[in-house]
T-cell receptor, first 115, second 115 residues
Framework: DAGVTQSPTHLIKTRGQQVTLRCSPISGHKSVSWYQQVLGQGPQFIFQYYEKEERGRGNFPDRFSARQFPNYSSELNVNALLLGDSALYLC??????????????FGPGTRLTVL | AQSVAQPEDQVNVAEGNPLTVKCTYSVSGNPYLFWYVQYPNRGLQFLLKYITGDNLVKGSYGFEAEFNKSQTSFHLKKPSALVSDSALYFCAVRDGAGNNRKLIWGLGTSLAVNP
């Protein structure tokens, strides 16, 4: 079975632009979470969606938004890009939508560089 | 407050020797603990988790972890290290109390296994 897939792999944008990152979860998984990982740090939680509803939101500005589609894939949108948004953006899928026992499986990530 | 600490930024071991990567946590309720590994420019790969039951948890690639409630620790171990184990290791915890299902991540420990 295919794992979590993300596109694109790499992306270069300039300050002020907007970007859309995409994620397809493992087949059968209904929950998708987004994380930002800055070099040298652990992942920082951005959003979680389950069955197309937002289940959690991290401490990120409103420039960050996301949605989940009927096929459970997801998009993360970031508006008005800042240099500090440069990071690896990770998508994780899980089957149980955020129970304590839930195991998240990660995609390879999208490396975003903002110039 | 919920937190995870990985007290060592880097661990160096010789190939064939046992390895330990340390993790301590602080939560209000029962802890649900996870270990992930990240290879360069890759996403996070799930290694193992502790939910309940036996304090010794076995995971992928020969790794295991020991849950110690009194010391609030969940150290990752492997009896005989391989050069290919060299990577960045992250510990994460979910707090069983309340409705917050967010994963709290450590800052990571870089493991270098020398031939």
């Amino acid at each position: 079975d295919a794992g979590v897939t993300q596109s694109p792999t790499h992306l270069i944008k300039t300050r002020g632009q907007q970007v859309t990152l995409r994620c397809s979860p493992i087949s059968g998984h209904k929950s998708v979470s987004w994380y930002q990982q800055v070099l040298g740090q652990g992942p920082q939680f951005i959003f979680q969606y389950y069955e197309k509803e937002e289940r959690g939101r991290g401490n990120f500005p409103d420039r960050f938004s996301a949605r989940q589609f009927p096929n459970y894939s997801s998009e993360l949108n970031v508006n008005a890009l800042l240099l500090g948004d440069s990071a690896l953006y990770l998508c994780a899928s899980s089957s149980q939508g955020g129970t304590v026992r839930d195991t998240q499986y990660f995609g390879p990530g999208t490396r975003l560089t903002v110039l | 407050a919920q937190s995870v600490a990985q007290p060592e930024d880097q661990v160096n071991v010789a190939e064939g020797n046992p390895l330990t990567v340390k993790c301590t946590y602080s939560v209000s309720g029962n802890p649900y603990l996870f270990w992930y590994v990240q290879y360069p420019n890759r996403g996070l790969q799930f290694l193992l988790k502790y939910i309940t039951g036996d304090n010794l948890v076995k995971g992928s690639y020969g790794f295991e972890a020991e849950f110690n409630k009194s010391q609030t620790s969940f150290h990752l171990k492997k009896p005989s290290a391989l050069v290919s184990d060299s990577a960045l290791y992250f510990c994460a915890v979910r707090d069983g109390a309340g409705n917050n299902r967010k994963l709290i991540w450590g800052l990571g420990t870089s493991l270098a296994v020398n031939p």
